[in-house]
């Protein structure tokens, strides 16, 4: 081991959004250290991630597994103690690898997903953080099961698979205010019992963090636009 952990070099992006959060969850009585900055490192490589991971940083989220086997593994020998989130959509035929690469994933929304990331972690020993998402604006072209269907499927990820579900994801439509949706899942959460909510983007986090966000996923806001 090098030094690496103990560096703690600034990154002006990674600080301005801690701070925002930091404010958020203050404004709402809520502890900044209960909710839990991933950092979505799609689309940029080694180069840009690495004077984050430089400032301290150590959860990140990718969308795709392709892309997150073929740049994170390296990353991972230099610093052992990342975290790292699948926010996107999970194929089956891609669910072992899933399972070996990742910490978390925040995209169950079928049965058979659910079913095939049960099988993988028996095989692998290995237990994720998992997160249902649901399709809170109800949106034909969005992944995520519909609220009505969320306490059904919770349960059958739960009861049937033997899943242990630590909370529920959303993404807002685009054209929407994301504070009803947030609001909305929070609520939802609640009701079935579940502590985590992954939610907020660059451009809604702080709202999220004031209904009551565990887990933001925040990328443009740090790295700048992608490309
Ligand atoms: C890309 C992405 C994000 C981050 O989006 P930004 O607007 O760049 O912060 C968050 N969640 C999911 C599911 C994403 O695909």
Same mark, same amino acid.
């Given at each position: 081991?090098?030094?690496?952990?103990?560096?703690?070099?600034?990154?002006?992006?990674? *600080?301005?959004?801690?701070?925002?959060?930091?404010?958020?969850?203050?404004?709402?009585?809520?502890?900044?250290?209960?909710?839990?900055?991933?950092?979505?490192?799609?689309?940029?490589?080694?180069?840009?991630?690495?004077?984050?991971?430089?400032?301290?940083? *150590?959860? =990140?989220?990718?969308?795709?597994?392709?892309?997150?086997?073929?740049?994170?593994?390296?990353?991972?020998?230099? =610093?052992?103690?990342?975290?790292?989130?699948?926010?996107?959509?999970? /194929?089956?035929?891609?669910? !072992?690898?899933?399972?070996?690469?990742?910490?978390?994933?925040?995209?169950?929304? *079928?049965?058979?997903?659910? !079913?095939?990331?049960?099988?993988?972690?028996?095989?692998?020993?290995?237990?994720? /953080?998992?997160?249902?998402?649901?399709?809170?604006?109800?949106?034909?072209?969005?992944?995520?099961?519909?609220?009505?269907?969320?306490?059904? =499927?919770?349960?059958?990820? /739960?009861?049937?698979? $033997?899943? !242990?579900?630590?909370?529920?994801?959303?993404?807002?439509?685009?054209?929407?205010?994301?504070?009803?949706? =947030?609001?909305?899942?929070?609520?939802?959460?609640?009701?079935?019992?579940?502590? $985590?909510?992954?939610?907020?983007?660059?451009?809604?986090?702080?709202?999220?963090?004031?209904? $009551?966000?565990?887990?933001?996923?925040?990328?443009?806001?740090?790295?700048?636009? *992608?490309?």
């Amino acid at each position: 081991m090098t030094t690496d952990d103990t560096i703690s070099a600034d990154h002006q992006g990674l *600080r301005a959004v801690k701070d925002k959060i930091a404010a958020a969850a203050k404004d709402v009585g809520r502890s900044p250290a209960d909710i839990e900055l991933i950092v979505v490192s799609k689309t940029f490589g080694p180069d840009e991630i690495l004077p984050v991971l430089n400032a301290g940083q *150590r959860h =990140f989220g990718e969308n795709r597994v392709q892309e997150a086997a073929g740049k994170w593994p390296a990353l991972r020998d230099k =610093f052992p103690d990342i975290t790292l989130h699948l926010i996107g959509p999970l /194929q089956s035929n891609k669910t !072992k690898e899933a399972v070996t690469l990742f910490d978390a994933i925040h995209s169950i929304d *079928r049965p058979k997903i659910a !079913k095939a990331i049960a099988e993988e972690q028996a095989k692998l020993n290995k237990e994720l /953080q998992l997160f249902i998402q649901v399709n809170t604006g109800e949106e034909p072209q969005k992944a995520g099961v519909l609220p009505r269907d969320t306490a059904q =499927f919770l349960d059958q990820c /739960q009861n049937e698979f $033997g899943l !242990k579900i630590t909370g529920l994801m959303c993404i807002p439509p685009v054209d929407e205010e994301p504070a009803v949706h =947030f609001a909305f899942l929070a609520k939802l959460a609640r009701e079935l019992d579940l502590p $985590g909510l992954s939610m907020g983007m660059s451009g809604d986090f702080e709202a999220a963090v004031e209904l $009551g966000a565990t887990h933001v996923r925040v990328g443009s806001a740090i790295f700048g636009a *992608r490309v």
